[in-house]
């Protein structure tokens, strides 16, 4: 790996103490690293350029502030990091106001064209970097990173610093990108044979733009069919294919550019210095220094691309004017301290709330009397199973006449047509808190609480559609928060064409909507384990505590819980449905109590006996890395948990 030599805490030293070829050399040195985490990303972008220069500006901008070179590395890629985000969430945004526009898109670069152009790449080199091309934009991010480190440019402490997590989540992204990126190369290797007339007939009206929708549909079919299969045989891992295949280099008039713009960036902050040298203590000229910086910073951002110089003064500006109507003073520095104390007394708070609505949480019972008593956040319910399988608690509902449906298996009561439009996340959950519907008091449901009314006997839509008529085949919001809380914030949301959950949605974006009446409270689970059992007394459901020595096939699976021999009970494979009621969404990797439930692998799926709908010859299993849940084919292998009632 190139890393830091012993030379390079002096360079960095003297880049800081305003030493303008020592900080040339390291713009120069770092561009690489840079050009290739955001060209990664954003391929297909058509400002790639543009959000290199701003990150390398950033990185000279703020270079005062690395206090261990050991890790100036790890900063840079953070910096990169953060600026494809601001990218693709402005970008976003600058999308959907000009969604009315019919417009000719803007064109693209391809760095994965680059890529292999560059690096020479060829047969499943070349699968790589074009799979990629199929990848989520949040899994790109990661990608650019984690191909760094397979190619020895970065480690993974880089990686994991440059993602600003910890190891553990770092290690749940990188194999979430990668099971996406294995998926995108089947596609990719499928669709490059050529060889299978039903792959011709299943991408009928593609457009050839790799997307999200036509992912899915391809690799369904490819999974399912022996010829699209044979091209996916010996596969090499995709980390084995980068040894050596890094850096993609960077064009020589880009290269200029920055450091251009860097020399003038840094010019600029030694003028500042000085400026603020000559004023401190002299309340004279402390009252014009203002107009000489402003000056000097808006004469600094001739340097800049024309279409980031009007809003870099712009921004300027405000922070001018900000400055002068709220000086810095005893009084200032009082109310912020005041206002975190009164943060961490809400959180406080809110904790003894959690606990004391954990400790409401009562046994199962029959009937829906004891509602108002209940805290049905969590599953303190037994899960509804689809009517007809054989299953406990088949699903059945009541209408109550007045817009609402009563489930009468978990009691809570549901808005019966879905709300109409589409929300933020935000705008859901005041939707719902709005809603005067039968009386009001609705909020948005949680995660579990949504998954209890998905049908997985049915797709398209996955619900009972007698008693919700109106259930749009789209993703619907929950009110559970993604684990992680790193900007951009996502929450999970349900889709109800076969019943998949997804924790990719990103708070900002716009999802249907349908409200739930119920108690407040977490719904902790007060699991009691005896025997090598763990019984949860409020879903009435007695699980396996261990699991399973090896994996399996999903028949197997079956007939493993069918045989296991353990204190004189009778054993069956767990639904989805219930299986998902094990989840902790407090945790990841692994997300589940491991104080109850020891021994789980970090990024593991377990098997359920509950079929695809739309694909009977696979079978929905859940992962315990967060609690996302699919099918898959029953050739498969995975682990196996199994359940008593």
């Given at each position: 790996?190139?890393?830091?030599?012993?030379?390079?805490?002096?360079?960095?030293?003297?880049?800081?103490?305003?030493?303008?070829?020592?900080?040339?050399?390291l713009?120069?040195?770092?561009?690489?690293?840079?050009y290739?985490?955001?060209?990664?990303?954003?391929?297909?972008?058509?400002?790639?350029?543009d959000?290199?220069?701003?990150?390398?500006?950033?990185?000279?901008?703020?270079?005062?502030?690395?206090?261990?070179?050991?890790?100036?590395?790890?900063?840079?890629?953070?910096?990169?990091?953060?600026?494809?985000?601001?990218?693709?969430r402005?970008?976003?945004?600058?999308?959907?106001?000009?969604?009315?526009?019919?417009?000719?898109?803007?064109?693209?670069?391809d760095?994965?064209?680059?890529?292999?152009?560059?690096?020479?790449?060829?047969?499943?080199?070349?699968?790589?970097?074009?799979?990629?091309?199929w990848?989520?934009?949040?899994?790109?991010?990661?990608?650019?990173?984690?191909?760094?480190?397979?190619?020895?440019?970065?480690?993974?402490?880089?990686?994991?610093?440059?993602?600003?997590?910890?190891?553990?989540?770092a290690?749940?992204?990188?194999?979430?990108?990668?099971?996406?990126?294995?998926?995108?190369?089947?596609v990719?290797?499928?669709?490059?044979?050529?060889?299978?007339?039903?792959?011709?007939?299943?991408?009928?009206?593609?457009?050839?733009?790799?997307?999200?929708?036509?992912?899915?549909?391809?690799?369904?079919?490819?999974?399912?069919?022996?010829?699209?299969?044979?091209?996916?045989?010996?596969?090499?891992?995709?980390?084995?294919?980068?040894?050596?295949?890094?850096?993609?280099?960077?064009?020589?008039?880009?290269?200029?550019?920055?450091?251009?713009?860097?020399?003038?960036?840094?010019?600029?902050?030694?003028?500042?210095?000085?400026?603020?040298?000559?004023?401190?203590?002299?309340?004279?000229?402390a009252?014009?220094?203002?107009?000489?910086?402003?000056?000097?910073?808006?004469?600094?951002?001739?340097?800049?691309?024309?279409?980031?110089r009007?809003?870099?003064?712009?921004?300027?500006?405000?922070?001018?004017?900000?400055?002068?109507?709220?000086?810095?003073?005893?009084?200032?520095?009082?109310?912020?301290?005041?206002?975190?104390?009164?943060?961490?007394?809400?959180?406080?708070?809110?904790?003894?709330?959690?606990?004391?609505?954990?400790?409401?949480?009562?046994?199962?019972?029959?009937?829906?009397?004891?509602?108002?008593?209940?805290t049905?956040?969590?599953?303190?319910?037994?899960?509804?199973?689809?009517?007809?399988?054989?299953?406990?608690?088949?699903?059945s509902?009541?209408?109550?006449?007045?817009?609402?449906?009563?489930?009468?298996?978990?009691?809570?009561?549901?808005?019966?047509?879905?709300?109409?439009?589409?929300?933020?996340?935000?705008?859901?959950?005041?939707?719902?808190?709005?809603?005067?519907?039968?009386?009001g008091?609705?909020?948005?449901?949680?995660?579990?609480?949504?998954?209890?009314?998905?049908?997985?006997?049915?797709?398209?839509?996955?619900?009972?559609?007698?008693?919700?008529?109106?259930?749009?085949?789209?993703?619907?919001?929950?009110?559970?928060?993604?684990?992680?809380?790193?900007?951009?914030?996502?929450?999970?949301?349900?889709?109800?064409?076969?019943?998949?959950?997804?924790?990719?949605a990103?708070?900002?974006?716009?999802?249907?909507?349908?409200?739930?009446r119920?108690?407040?409270?977490?719904?902790?689970?007060?699991?009691?384990?005896?025997?090598?059992?763990?019984?949860?007394?409020?879903?009435?459901?007695?699980?396996?505590?261990a699991?399973?020595?090896?994996?399996?096939?999903?028949?197997?699976?079956?007939?493993?819980?069918?045989?296991?021999?353990?204190?004189?009970?009778?054993?069956?494979?767990?639904?989805?449905?219930?299986?998902?009621?094990?989840?902790?969404?407090?945790?990841?990797?692994?997300?589940?109590?491991?104080?109850?439930?020891?021994?789980?692998?970090?990024?593991?799926?377990?098997?359920?006996?509950?079929?695809?709908?739309?694909?009977?010859?696979?079978?929905?299993?859940?992962?315990?890395?967060d609690?996302?849940?699919?099918?898959?084919?029953?050739?498969?292998?995975?682990?196996?948990?199994?359940?008593?009632?």
């Amino acid at each position: 790996m190139n890393k830091a030599n012993a030379e390079e805490p002096k360079l960095i030293s003297a880049a800081q103490r305003g030493d303008q070829r020592a900080r040339d050399a390291l713009v120069r040195k770092y561009l690489p690293l840079v050009y290739n985490i955001v060209g990664r990303s954003l391929s297909g972008h058509p400002n790639i350029d543009d959000v290199v220069q701003e990150t390398m500006l950033r990185v000279v901008r703020d270079l005062a502030a690395v206090r261990n070179p050991e890790s100036f590395r790890s900063w840079v890629g953070a910096i990169a990091v953060r600026q494809v985000s601001t990218y693709l969430r402005q970008a976003d945004e600058a999308a959907r106001l000009t969604a009315a526009l019919a417009k000719m898109p803007e064109p693209t670069v391809d760095f994965e064209e680059v890529a292999v152009l560059h690096l020479q790449l060829s047969g499943q080199r070349r699968e790589v970097a074009e799979a990629s091309r199929w990848l989520d934009e949040e899994n790109r991010v990661v990608l650019s990173l984690w191909w760094l480190e397979a190619a020895g440019e970065m480690t993974r402490g880089d990686v994991t610093a440059a993602m600003e997590t910890t190891p553990a989540y770092a290690a749940v992204r990188i194999q979430r990108m990668r099971s996406q990126l294995d998926l995108s190369r089947s596609v990719v290797a499928a669709l490059a044979a050529s060889d299978c007339r039903q792959l011709g007939l299943t991408t009928t009206g593609w457009d050839s733009r790799p997307t999200a929708l036509w992912r899915k549909r391809i690799s369904q079919h490819v999974r399912d069919c022996a010829v699209c299969l044979a091209t996916s045989r010996e596969r090499i891992a995709a980390e084995r294919l980068l040894v050596g295949h890094g850096l993609v280099p960077v064009p020589a008039l880009l290269t200029a550019k920055v450091v251009r713009m860097t020399a003038a960036e840094g010019a600029r902050a030694a003028m500042g210095s000085r400026v603020s040298r000559a004023i401190r203590g002299n309340p004279v000229v402390a009252a014009t220094a203002g107009i000489v910086v402003v000056a000097l910073a808006v004469a600094c951002t001739a340097a800049l691309p024309a279409r980031q110089r009007q809003a870099a003064q712009t921004a300027i500006a405000l922070r001018t004017v900000q400055a002068s109507a709220t000086p810095t003073s005893p009084t200032t520095a009082t109310a912020t301290k005041t206002r975190a104390r009164d943060t961490k007394t809400r959180a406080s708070a809110s904790a003894s709330a959690s606990a004391s609505a954990s400790a409401n949480r009562v046994p199962l019972q029959a009937g829906c009397g004891s509602q108002s008593a209940r805290t049905d956040i969590w599953a303190n319910w037994p899960m509804p199973n689809p009517a007809g399988t054989g299953l406990p608690h088949p699903a059945s509902y009541t209408n109550l006449g007045n817009g609402t449906v009563r489930d009468n298996v978990t009691c809570l009561v549901w808005q019966q047509a879905s709300a109409p439009g589409t929300y933020t996340f935000t705008q859901a959950k005041a939707y719902c808190a709005g809603l005067t519907l039968a009386g009001g008091s609705w909020q948005l449901p949680t995660r579990i609480q949504l998954m209890s009314i998905v049908d997985t006997a049915r797709f398209g839509p996955a619900i009972d559609s007698i008693e919700f008529p109106d259930t749009l085949v789209k993703f619907y919001w929950t009110s559970s928060p993604w684990f992680v809380t790193k900007p951009p914030l996502r929450s999970w949301i349900v889709s109800f064409f076969e019943g998949m959950e997804s924790s990719a949605a990103f708070q900002s974006d716009a999802y249907q909507v349908r409200c739930v009446r119920s108690a407040d409270g977490t719904g902790e689970p007060d699991y009691q384990i005896a025997n090598g059992q763990v019984t949860d007394p409020v879903t009435g459901l007695t699980w396996q505590r261990a699991t399973s020595a090896t994996a399996m096939s999903a028949a197997a699976a079956t007939s493993y819980c069918a045989g296991l021999d353990l204190d004189g009970h009778s054993w069956r494979l767990p639904s989805v449905k219930e299986l998902a009621t094990l989840v902790d969404e407090d945790r990841v990797s692994p997300a589940l109590d491991v104080s109850a439930f020891p021994g789980v692998l970090p990024d593991v799926w377990f098997w359920s006996s509950t079929v695809s709908a739309e694909y009977p010859t696979q079978r929905w299993a859940l992962n315990f890395n967060d609690g996302f849940s699919f099918f898959r084919p029953t050739a498969d292998t995975f682990y196996v948990r199994c359940v008593r009632d």
